[in-house]
């Protein structure tokens, strides 16, 4: 039987999706098998297929960025999922607005979303009973957002 305070709090997959092999993150918490999708780019059936794998629950999107391997398919899974959408920083509007030209550049399925809620410097999210800390971190994007959970 496996001892309780050997199971961590936070369990992730790695997930590369799109033809660019962006990775993506299943979290989840497991004390409660909820779990979040970080940056679905692309490749929602093989996503939903992890999310069962794992057992978890998927009770919301995380978003860094606004790239077309990072959020294209954000909207769309959000959607079938009857989830809502967090981050990134508002600074990424200007990505985000352009999903659907990106996409038919790179030959990836891009869909403009707005987040249900746009992250900032200090903010926190929430995975189960996970907190997660929202750090701006722009250079990559100008409203670049990464999630630390310091446990």
Same mark, same amino acid.
């Given at each position: 039987?496996?001892?309780?305070? /050997?199971?961590? *709090?936070?369990r992730?997959?790695?997930? *590369?999706?799109?033809?660019? /092999?962006?990775?993506?993150? $299943? $979290? =989840?918490?497991?004390?409660?098998?909820?779990? !979040?999708? @970080? &940056?679905?780019?692309?490749d929602?059936?093989?996503?939903?297929?992890a999310? @069962? /794998?794992?057992?978890?629950?998927?009770?919301?999107?995380?978003v860094?960025?606004?790239?077309? &391997?990072?959020?294209g398919?954000?909207?769309?899974l959000a !959607?079938e999922?009857? @989830?809502?959408?967090e981050?990134p920083?508002p600074?990424?509007?200007? =990505?985000?607005?352009?999903?659907?030209e990106?996409?038919?550049?790179?030959? @990836?399925?891009? /869909?403009p979303?707005?987040?249900?809620? =746009?992250?900032? &410097?200090?903010d926190?999210?929430?995975?189960?009973?996970l907190? $997660?800390?929202?750090?701006?971190?722009?250079?990559?994007? *100008?409203?670049?957002?990464v999630?630390?959970?310091?446990e």
């Open positions: 039987m496996t001892n309780p305070a /050997q199971i961590p *709090p936070l992730a997959a790695i997930i *590369p999706v799109t033809p660019l /092999q962006q990775n993506c993150t $299943l $979290l =989840w918490c497991t004390e409660t098998m909820r779990g !979040a999708f @970080v &940056d679905p780019g692309g929602l059936d093989r996503l939903k297929a999310a @069962v /794998q794992s057992k978890a629950t998927i009770e919301k999107i995380l860094t960025h606004g790239h077309i &391997d990072h959020c398919s954000a909207g769309i !959607a999922l009857g @989830v809502p959408i981050g920083h600074e990424d509007i200007f =990505w985000i607005s352009r999903l659907e990106d996409g038919q550049r790179y030959g @990836v399925r891009g /869909q979303s707005e987040p249900d809620r =746009w992250l900032e &410097d200090g926190t999210a929430t995975v189960g009973k907190t $997660l800390n929202v750090r701006h971190c722009p250079g990559h994007t *100008p409203g670049h957002i999630f630390h959970h310091p």
